[in-house]
């Protein structure tokens, strides 16, 4: 079997399962059994596939029609152009989650908190980004932490990023000057809805506080105003129908400049805030 083949014959199984995105699903995935960047697939067409990266790349597709994400296949997931670890512990993260990024990138910060990081996508990309920045990441989950810890080993951090096994601000000490958090946020009702992608593969902690959605948000805004320091940002992810109540929180929390920010899709996606100075 050539590359060429065993990527229409990818595309087809993954069609049949009503994968949407089959074919770049295939190629991604193809890729990953090869070893080699996606983008040298079609470069490979008339290469023979080993037996072995054959078989390894039938239980690739097997995983992904039956609903298992591309990144919790392959392990990793590019975000804001660097590639990160993922697994089970954690969120697979979305694009929509450099929108967040880049709101907090829109000011230097030299101090950094990340609550519920996850894999540590915003915290090791805010100090990539940053490099005379130093930052505190904490997750309840000690598996979650292992991960981050990994990533900001693979691009240069750990030096400057303290991991900390944290119910949001319980074990933090020490004022920031940003603030960042995508946290749980899906309502208990919306579950059900959520694509199994979704609802079969993120960790449930990590995607629903229970009830409204908004517990999260209420610790958070509990919390901040004794973590930031004057004049520091606070920015979190929120769900598209959230902004009105995540921003009146912050209202009530006593937190100034408060700004509703749209994604690339225009749904409402964060929600910034500002501590008096």
């Given at each position: 079997m050539?590359?060429?083949?065993?990527?229409a014959?990818?595309?087809?199984?993954?069609r049949?399962?009503?994968?949407?995105g089959?074919?770049r699903?295939?190629?991604?995935?193809?890729?990953g059994?090869?070893?080699?960047?996606?983008?040298r697939?079609?470069?490979?067409?008339p290469?023979?596939v080993?037996?072995?990266?054959?078989?390894?790349?039938l239980?690739?597709?097997n995983a992904?029609?039956?609903?298992?994400?591309?990144?919790?296949?392959?392990?990793?997931r590019?975000?804001?152009?660097?590639?990160?670890?993922?697994?089970?512990?954690?969120?697979?993260?979305r694009?929509?989650?450099?929108?967040?990024l880049?709101i907090?990138?829109?000011?230097?910060?030299?101090r950094?908190?990340?609550?519920?990081?996850?894999?540590?996508?915003?915290a090791?990309?805010l100090?990539?980004?940053?490099?005379?920045?130093?930052?505190?990441?904490?997750?309840?989950?000690?598996?979650?932490l292992?991960?981050?810890?990994a990533?900001?080993?693979?691009?240069?951090?750990?030096?400057?990023?303290?991991?900390?096994?944290?119910?949001?601000?319980a074990?933090?000490?020490?004022?920031?000057?940003?603030?960042?958090?995508?946290?749980?946020?899906?309502?208990e009702?919306?579950?059900?809805?959520?694509?199994p992608?979704?609802?079969?593969?993120d960790p449930p902690q990590?995607?629903?506080?229970?009830?409204?959605?908004?517990?999260?948000?209420?610790?958070i805004a509990?919390?901040?105003p004794?973590?930031?320091?004057?004049g520091?940002?606070?920015?979190?992810e929120i769900?598209?129908?959230?902004?009105?109540?995540?921003?009146?929180?912050f209202?009530?929390?006593g937190l100034?400049?408060?700004?509703v920010?749209?994604d690339?899709?225009?749904?409402?996606?964060?929600?910034?805030?500002?501590?008096p100075?």
């Amino acid at each position: 079997m050539t590359v060429t083949e065993a990527l229409a014959r990818g595309t087809a199984q993954l069609r049949l399962a009503g994968i949407e995105g089959a074919a770049r699903d295939a190629r991604r995935l193809l890729a990953g059994a090869l070893g080699v960047e996606a983008g040298r697939v079609g470069a490979m067409g008339p290469d023979p596939v080993p037996p072995e990266t054959q078989e390894r790349f039938l239980k690739m597709l097997n995983a992904r029609a039956a609903r298992r994400p591309v990144a919790r296949i392959l392990g990793r997931r590019v975000f804001w152009g660097r590639d990160f670890k993922v697994g089970d512990a954690v969120l697979d993260p979305r694009p929509e989650t450099e929108t967040l990024l880049a709101i907090a990138l829109m000011s230097p910060a030299r101090r950094i908190l990340d609550l519920g990081t996850g894999s540590g996508i915003l915290a090791v990309s805010l100090l990539a980004e940053w490099p005379g920045a130093r930052g505190v990441a904490t997750d309840i989950s000690a598996a979650a932490l292992a991960i981050a810890r990994a990533n900001a080993t693979r691009h240069g951090v750990a030096d400057r990023l303290r991991l900390v096994e944290s119910d949001w601000f319980a074990d933090v000490t020490g004022r920031f000057d940003l603030v960042v958090s995508n946290p749980p946020y899906i309502a208990e009702a919306e579950l059900a809805d959520l694509a199994p992608e979704v609802r079969l593969h993120d960790p449930p902690q990590a995607l629903c506080p229970g009830g409204d959605g908004l517990d999260a948000y209420r610790a958070i805004a509990a919390g901040a105003p004794g973590h930031l320091a004057a004049g520091g940002r606070l920015a979190v992810e929120i769900g598209p129908t959230q902004g009105d109540a995540v921003a009146g929180l912050f209202a009530a929390a006593g937190l100034e400049d408060i700004t509703v920010h749209a994604d690339l899709d225009d749904r409402d996606r964060v929600v910034s805030a500002r501590c008096p100075a």
